[in-house]
T-cell receptor, first 114, second 113 residues
Framework: KAGVTQTPRYLIKTRGQQVTLSCSPI?????VSWYQQTPGQGLQFLFE???????NKGNFPGRFSGRQFSNSRSEMNVSTLELGDSALYLC?????????????FGNGTRLTVT | AQSVSQHNHHVILSEAASLELGCNYS??????LFWYVQYPGQHLQLLLK??????LVKGIKGFEAEFIKSKFSFNLRKPSVQWSDTAEYFC???????????FGSGTQLTVLP
């Protein structure tokens, strides 16, 4: 069974630009969660989508948004990039939701904002 | 607000030493608890989980964790570590009502050969 796939692996953007990250979950998983990982803050929860509906949202500004498609693939968008958005963005899929079944993580997208 | 605390940020051990990593959560009531591990250059993966039942749970690679409700703790243990256990370990928890998984800040374990 294929794992969670995130694209692209690396991104370099300039402050003020916007970016879209993509995540393909494990087949059959309806939940996709997004996390921001930084050395100082650890894993910070962004949002979770389940069957195309946002089920949970973390404490990030509205510049961070996401969506999920009918095939469970998910995208995350960050608008008006700031230097502090530089981080590893992780996507994780699960069968019944992030707190009810184990998460399967992708390798992440490394975003650098200059 | 829900929180998960991992008080050890960096632990350094020699091979064959015993390991215990602390994890405390702040919720009352029903909780689901997890330990995840991130080996160098690899993605995060599940080490073990506790939903209910026996408070002593066993995971992969000889790891175990004990859920102590009265102490709001879910400490990770291994009797004898190996160099290959060098990794970052994350505790995570969710309450039954919130369904939002909160991670601790992680503990970097370095095992010296």
């Amino acid at each position: 069974k294929a794992g969670v796939t995130q694209t692209p692996r690396y991104l370099i953007k300039t402050r003020g630009q916007q970016v879209t990250l993509s995540c393909s979950p494990i087949s059959g998983h309806r939940s996709v969660s997004w996390y921001q990982q930084t050395p100082g803050q650890g894993l910070q929860f962004l949002f979770e989508y389940f069957s195309e509906t946002q089920r949970n949202k973390g404490n990030f500004p509205g510049r961070f948004s996401g969506r999920q498609f009918s095939n469970s693939r998910s995208e995350m968008n960050v608008s008006t990039l700031e230097l502090g958005d530089s981080a590893l963005y992780l996507c994780a899929s699960s069968l019944r939701g992030q707190g009810e079944s184990p998460l399967h993580f992708g390798n992440g997208t490394r975003l650098t904002v200059t | 607000a829900q929180s998960v605390s991992q008080h050890n940020h960096h632990v350094i051990l020699s091979e064959a030493a015993s390991l215990e990593l602390g994890c405390n959560y702040s919720y009352g009531g029903t909780v689901n608890l997890f330990w995840y591990v991130q080996y160098p250059g690899q993605h995060l993966q599940l080490l073990l989980k506790y939903f209910s039942g026996d408070p002593l749970v066993k995971g992969i690679k000889g790891f175990e964790a004990e859920f102590i409700k009265s102490k709001f703790s879910f400490n990770l243990r291994k009797p004898s570590v190996q160099w290959s256990d060098t990794a970052e370990y994350f505790c995570a928890a969710t309450s039954g009502s919130a369904r939002q998984l909160t991670f601790g800040s992680g503990t970097q374990l370095t095992v010296l050969p």
